[in-house]
Structures are given as C-alpha cells and as structure tokens.
C-alpha cells in the first residue's frame, strides 16, 4: 500500500468523524516540525549539472553559480549535494536546532478537538507558506471544511 491509500483510508475516517459531530473542522490550527531523516551527512554525493532540482530548492540563480563554483563559505549545500540514500530530505540548518538532513511535517487540527484533520511531509528546506495555502485548499475541498480563517 503506497501514500495515496492510506490517504484515502484517513479522509474516509475524517468524513465520518465530521459526519457523526466529532468536530466541525471550521477553526483549524497548522504548523511544520522539522524531522529527522535515517540518512547520515555521509551520504551527501553531488548532484548533477543537469539537476533541475538545483535551482527550484532555492530559485536562486546567483546562489546557484556560487555553489557551483565554490564562491560560497560552506562548500556543501542542497543546490550542490543530495542524499544518496534519502534523496526526498534535504539539509536543514537552523538557529538553536541541530543541523543535518531533514524532511518538514506540516500537521493541520481542529481547534476544538484537536484531531488531526491533516499531516503532509515535505522536504526539509520547504518554507511553509505555500504549503499551508495548499493544505488549506485541501481540507477544503476534499474533507468539505468551511475553515474560519481570520476570527
């Protein structure tokens, strides 16, 4: 069984919990926790010029063409390097935390309750804007939540 059926198994639960009261789902909490990935900073191996991953991470063309030629301070970075053996997580560095490659969970939960009403996983360096708008849209449109964005 892949993502998209337990997906699937968790909407069809969300629906039934929202059909029989258990919450309502109109006033929701979201935020993203970085998480440790089972991979080791030994992994790291270049990428390829041709990576078209490069640039999206950061969309950065300078920033590019400074890792790429060594212009930059650190000579490791996720415009540069890739997890061998973990390619989806990405290098995380962050003040008052541990640096080292990670994925971001981005979990959404009914005021009320505090059911979990979503939980999507990202790469670790994802900012969490876009995918809060996008998380939005889903509880929206597939669990049928008529979210209460502003009180």
Request: proline share 1%; aromatic share 8%.
């Amino acid at each position: 069984m892949g993502e998209s059926r337990y997906r699937q198994i968790y909407k069809l639960i969300l629906l039934q919990w929202q059909k029989q009261g258990r919450f309502t789902g109109k006033q929701i909490v979201a935020d993203a926790t970085l998480v440790k990935a089972n991979a080791s900073m030994n992994s790291l191996v270049k990428r390829e010029d041709t990576d078209s991953d490069a640039r999206v991470l950061k969309q950065y063309e300078k920033q590019y063409h400074d890792f790429q030629h060594e212009k930059r301070k650190r000579g490791v970075a996720n415009q540069t390097h890739i997890s061998a053996s973990d390619p989806d997580a990405t290098m995380v560095y962050r003040k008052d935390t541990e640096g080292g490659i990670k994925y971001k969970v981005h979990y959404s939960t009914d005021v009320k309750t505090r059911i979990i009403t979503d939980c999507y996983t990202t790469m670790g360096a994802t900012h969490e804007g876009p995918v809060l708008l996008a998380r939005i849209d889903y509880l929206c449109d597939e669990i049928r939540m008529l979210i209460k964005l502003f009180s």
